[in-house]
């Protein structure tokens, strides 16, 4: 293998696994990562949880230590775009002009922000990059100050509570009647609106943004669609990401809501995989495409690509999983859900103390799990949805039986 070139496009985790995995399997060629930020690999669930709030610092973002690429002899390449790939002639150009050869590839370029129109303006922030991280950081951090967040996703509900802790006041302003309701639907929505009121956010819902407006190239705040001045210091959007599919649209690879690949992460051509946010990926379990946008999926892919790569067979199918941290309440999801494809939603534990764990069920089957303040069980909530089971609703919601009973062999003869 020493012959070969195995090149990574994105410095992200993904990225960043996936050369750690090729060294752990014995891979002896080259390695080459390529990312557009000048930053080593990194991970970006603290850029709006524990970085942003203060309770963690800027080297603990990392994913591995400075010096760890040259002992692997993996190259880095940062602060540099890739903008074509040539998937015939096996070349990756560089914005620059260069040139880079291949003889296998993984796209894991990630996605970015959403932008709305004319947001080009002092005071107002887009959460991505930890670069975006470190000045949202520093604006949030004196406290006092008015903040309003456009957008009730985990982006927004996770940096309303941030600005919220640091001392800030803060409005939230999102066309949805509850937030977080593509996730997790209008009745656990209205749970996290709650806990958010509860440390006095004010939710502006069923209200979208129809300007921002400004002084001297400076948000001042932002006009509702219904005609509503809210004034602000900062100003955080946080409206979704899309899948950075350039290079894949170059290389006339297979799209439809990112870079389609099947279950080993390979993309329409042989010697280019995807992993990340951009993988539309076949999942076996689900029996469809789905593309996740979390974090559990960077880490897990990136191994998986790395060992398809190598010529490994793969089937990769990990149960979706996310989670977040807002004040006092953490939560872990596993499972997926579209809008309308489950039929009942139960509950285990106190609800009312925020300390339980909802399950999604479609025809007896649980088809995704929340534990809210509930830990150390969500190996057996991924069991429970793996195994396919149906399950007694009765047994389900009871806190004294151990949800492992309920898919084990056992189970089944009850």
């Known amino acids: 293998m020493a012959q070969h070139t195995f090149l990574i496009v994105g410095g992200g985790l993904a990225g960043a696994k996936a050369a750690q995995t090729l060294r752990e399997e014995g891979f002896t060629g080259r390695i080459k990562i390529v990312g557009a930020e000048l930053e080593r690999p990194y991970e970006r669930p603290p850029l709006s949880k524990g970085y942003l709030t203060g309770t963690a610092e800027r080297d603990t973002i990392y994913v591995h230590e400075p010096g760890w690429y040259d002992e692997h002899e993996v190259e880095l390449r940062l602060g540099i775009r890739a903008v074509d790939l040539d998937a015939a002639g096996h070349q990756l150009t560089l914005e620059d002009g260069e040139h880079l050869g291949y003889s296998k590839l993984l796209l894991a370029t990630g996605s970015s922000s959403r932008r709305l129109p ?3 303006l002092q005071g107002l922030y887009y959460l991505r990059d930890v670069g975006e991280a470190d ?48 996730a ?12 958010h009121r509860e440390h006095g956010v004010d939710l502006r819902l069923l209200s979208g943004v129809r ?4 002084s001297a190239g400076h948000v001042t705040g932002l006009i509702t669609q219904g005609g509503e001045t809210l004034s602000a210091d900062v100003v955080v959007v946080g409206v979704g990401a899309q ?15 990112g ?11 042989p010697d ?6 951009i993988a539309n990926t076949y999942h076996p379990m689900l029996g469809r495409h789905v593309r996740v946008e979390h974090w559990a999926n960077a880490l897990h892919g990136g191994p998986a690509a790395a060992r398809s790569m190598l010529g490994q067979h793969v089937v990769y199918d990990p149960v979706p999983y996310f989670y977040t941290d807002q004040y006092d309440l953490g939560m872990e999801y596993s499972g997926y859900v579209e809008p309308g494809g489950y039929d009942q939603l139960v509950y285990r534990g106190d609800r009312r103390g925020r300390q339980f764990i909802a399950f999604w069920l479609k025809a007896g089957q649980v088809v995704a799990g929340m534990n809210v303040n509930v830990w150390d069980v969500t190996p057996a ?12 609703v009765e047994q389900l919601t009871d806190p004294d039986i151990p949800l492992e009973a309920l898919f084990s062999p056992a189970a089944a003869t009850r």
């Open 272 to 277: 280019i995989y995807a992993a990340g946010d």
């Open 381 to 392: 909530v991924q069991g429970l949805i793996r195994s396919g089971r149906h399950v007694d």
């Open 135 to 182: 000045k949202l950081r520093a604006a949030l951090a004196t406290g006092g100050r008015g903040v309003v967040v456009v957008g009730a996703g985990w982006i927004g509900m996770e940096t309303a509570a941030a600005a919220c802790v640091n001392g800030n006041v803060v409005t939230v302003v999102d066309p949805q009647p509850t937030p977080l309701r593509a």
């Open 211 to 214: 300007e921002f407006t400004s």
């Open 243 to 257: 899948p950075n599919v350039q290079l894949g649209e170059s290389a006339r690879l297979t799209i439809d809501n």
């Open 184 to 195: 997790l639907g209008d009745e656990l929505g209205e749970m996290f609106a709650e806990l």
């Open 259 to 269: 870079i389609v690949v099947d279950q080993a992460l390979r993309t329409s051509d």
């Open 118 to 120: 004319a947001t080009d």
